[in-house]
């Protein structure tokens, strides 16, 4: 990697098929592009859905990155990544064989139509915070103005 490093956070899910090869996979892609760096993993966590109810359990991990690419250079790996893993958006909220989504980028504050960071519901589920926790206490959300473990459920 070459030119500014900026630490991100990425939450990935997972409720189709094989979840646990579905992350790993998704994992194992973004480590094979030459400006991500896959820091940190967390434990897999299996979460009731929230939203759109009458679906799977999903598998859910957030990864600490390592990266040269701007958000939205991020953003689109993150899609591209789920275009390689069937991910088809057929109901809001809905299933789905892998999701990937910004949480964090350094400590920038983003609104732009189809990217905001921090991810603007994070701080409201447990299947973010708890394995962003695990991973990155200490991580802080610029616009709580509250680090990981402060804002935790």
């Known amino acids: 990697m070459t030119g500014k490093i900026a630490t991100a956070y990425i939450a990935l899910g997972s409720n189709i098929g094989n979840r646990e090869d579905n992350l790993?996979?998704?994992?194992?892609?973004?480590?094979?592009?030459?400006?991500?760096?896959?820091?940190?993993i967390s434990s897999y966590?299996?979460?009731?859905?929230?939203?759109?109810?009458?679906?799977p359990d999903f598998l859910n991990a957030v990864v600490e990155v390592k990266?040269?690419?701007?958000?939205?250079?991020?953003?689109?790996?993150?899609?591209?990544?789920?275009?390689k893993l069937k991910r088809e958006r057929i109901i809001h909220w809905g299933p789905r064989t892998i999701d990937l989504d910004i949480l964090l980028y350094e400590d920038l504050v983003?609104?732009?139509?189809?990217?905001?960071?921090?991810?603007p519901r994070m701080h409201e589920r447990e299947f973010v915070l708890k394995p962003l926790?695990?991973?990155?206490?200490?991580?802080?959300?610029?616009v709580l103005k509250k680090t990981i473990e402060d804002i935790s459920l």
């Not at 966590?45 to 679906?55: F, W």
């Not at 983003?110 to 991810?119: S, T």
């Open 24 to 40: 790993n996979k998704a994992i194992e892609m973004l480590k094979q592009n030459d400006e991500v760096e896959v820091n940190k």
């Open 45 to 55: 966590l299996n979460t009731a859905p929230v939203g759109y109810t009458d679906q």
């Open 67 to 83: 990266t040269t690419l701007s958000p939205h250079k991020l953003l689109m790996v993150c899609s591209d990544i789920e275009k």
């Open 110 to 119: 983003l609104n732009h139509e189809d990217l905001v960071i921090p991810h």
């Open 133 to 142: 926790k695990e991973i990155a206490p200490k991580a802080f959300h610029p």
